[in-house]
């Protein structure tokens, strides 16, 4: 390894530019650096450079790729505190709590699971007829392209399954947290083979010159709906693959039988992981009648006592908003429920003279099934608490909306559990718990909210072909 990437320093010297597009502290507004952003010119460039790599990475013994995401995993680990600064100061999200140290680690451990993950060829038929093996081969290069709530951590849920399979990468983050990725990127070009895995900073014209490109063989997408069904139609031309993780808005229905103290801080962390920017976070929760009161007001105490402010800060758990636009989200939601009678337990009432795109953890209770604040995601920290009084009813309203990404119920007898859990549509239904991915465990959305899987080894042969040999 030649360059010393573990300061923060000198990982954003690595890849910061003099002329380029600023990037910001969301929690101070601070200037951070200047990102270089990409031309169409650039994608062309990369996407060459990452086709002839793939020929001799695509040629190397399965074992070979397996150590270099060890040595990968090796490299994350040396720079793990730089590049939770990075994510601190451009994300916003605090270094501790669930946040971006967590973050760095999980990074470390998608790469070594996907390194030590054993896909084997699989024989079909062997009699007098004949034999049929499944095998899975690469499928050339992959673009993938993310959001910015997690840059990092969903980075490497798309290339390392990727690079693993023998397929090279070209990455387009979010232009809102490009140096995180790239930052991501220089750490693992330390010790990857020249080209295997690139980045092209840029807006959204330059995703859809990745996602239109006719020598990118498979897109990796996460984001929102809007843009996965954009990516959807442009991969249509060349028949590209595609796998979408997209948007939700997780249900979490509780059952009478729980004690409120012992679960209430799991639910809390459920719904603000991340200070609520989390795709599989709880975003509407469903509590019965006879313990609303109680855990509505621990979930309330809970958030009015979790300390927030900025990312750098080590006392700090909740952050602000990445954006300004996710942080208006979040306050009209907010705003239209007060006007339609909902009560604003606490939180709500943000202070409009504090710099950065900070919003206080919100808890909203007496809401309707039908208000905005539930229906729409609202990918920050407000949750509404919904009564009910029949099971059948808090189902019928978990399954209403057109996507399904994650979703939760939460009891003490795990049969009733289980039998909830059975009815809901959702991709995941955690029990006890929300949002508690495993590189082990398949993970991925039905409805709007995608197509595909990622993880396990399931997710290994979505970044392959598979290939029949019949004989
Ligand atoms: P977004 O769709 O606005 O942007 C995502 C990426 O797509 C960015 O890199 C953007 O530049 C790019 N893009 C924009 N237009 C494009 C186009 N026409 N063609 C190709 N690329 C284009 O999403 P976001 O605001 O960054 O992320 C938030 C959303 O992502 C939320 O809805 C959240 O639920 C979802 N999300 C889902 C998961 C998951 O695993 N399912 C994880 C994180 C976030």
Not at 17 to 28: K, R, Y
Not at 42 to 65: C, F, H, K, T
Not at 172 to 186: C, D, G, N, R
Not at 268 to 284: D, H, P, S, V
Request: proline share 5%.
């Amino acid at each position: 390894m030649s360059l010393n990437l573990t300061t923060y320093e000198d990982l954003l010297s690595a890849i910061t530019v003099d002329d380029g597009q600023a990037v910001h502290d969301p929690a101070t507004g601070e200037f951070i650096g200047n990102t270089k952003m990409s031309t169409t010119d650039d994608v062309d460039a990369a996407v060459a450079r990452a086709r002839e790599a793939q020929q001799s990475w695509g040629a190397l013994p399965d074992a070979e790729r397996s150590q270099y995401l060890h040595k990968a995993a090796d490299a994350v680990k040396e720079s793990a505190e730089a590049l939770a600064h990075i994510l601190a100061r451009e994300v916003g999200k605090p270094l501790n709590g669930p946040n971006a140290r967590f973050e760095a680690g999980a990074c470390e451990a998608w790469l070594r699971a996907n390194a030590d993950f054993e896909i084997q060829e699989e024989v079909l038929v062997e009699d007098d007829s004949g034999k049929a093996i499944l095998s899975y081969v690469p499928i050339g290069v992959v673009g993938a392209i993310g959001p910015w709530n997690w840059p990092m951590m969903i980075s490497i849920w798309q290339l390392a399954p990727s690079l693993r399979m023998g397929n090279t990468v070209v990455m387009k983050p979010s232009e809102h947290t490009p140096l995180s990725v790239q930052a991501l990127v220089a750490v693992l070009n330390r010790v990857l083979p020249e080209h295997v895995l690139q980045v092209v900073p840029g807006a959204g014209d330059i995703g859809q010159a990745v996602s239109e490109h006719p020598d990118i063989d498979k897109i990796m997408f996460t984001g929102s709906t809007k843009t996965g069904q954009a990516i959807m139609r442009s991969a249509a031309a060349d028949m590209k693959r595609v796998t979408l993780e997209l948007g939700g808005n997780d249900a979490g229905i509780v059952l009478d039988d729980i004690n409120v103290d012992e679960m209430a801080q799991d639910i809390f962390w459920g719904a603000f992981i991340n200070t609520g920017q989390t795709c599989a976070a709880l975003k509407r929760l469903y509590v019965p009648a006879a313990i609303y009161d109680e855990l509505v007001e621990a979930l309330a105490k809970i958030a009015s006592e979790t300390p927030m402010g900025q990312g750098v800060s080590e006392e700090n758990v909740l952050g602000p908003l990445q954006n300004e636009a996710q942080r208006k989200i979040v306050a009209d939601l907010v705003e239209e429920a007060r006007k339609a009678g909902a009560n604003i337990v606490t939180g709500g009432n943000p202070d409009d003279d504090q710099p950065g795109y900070f919003y206080p953890a919100t808890i909203v209770s007496d809401i309707d099934q039908h208000n905005p604040l539930v229906q729409i995601e609202q990918f920050g920290p407000a949750l509404p608490i919904i009564k009910y009084d029949d099971l059948d009813q808090a189902i019928e309203w978990a399954n209403e909306l057109d996507v399904g990404l994650g979703s939760s119920v939460w009891s003490s007898d795990e049969q009733r559990a289980r039998e909830v859990a059975n009815r809901l549509i959702a991709g995941t239904t955690w029990i006890n718990k929300h949002g508690a991915v495993d590189p082990r465990v398949p993970f991925g959305g039905v409805k709007k909210s995608g197509m595909g899987l990622e993880f396990g080894v399931e997710g290994l042969k979505q970044v392959a072909l598979p290939k029949v040999t019949a004989l």
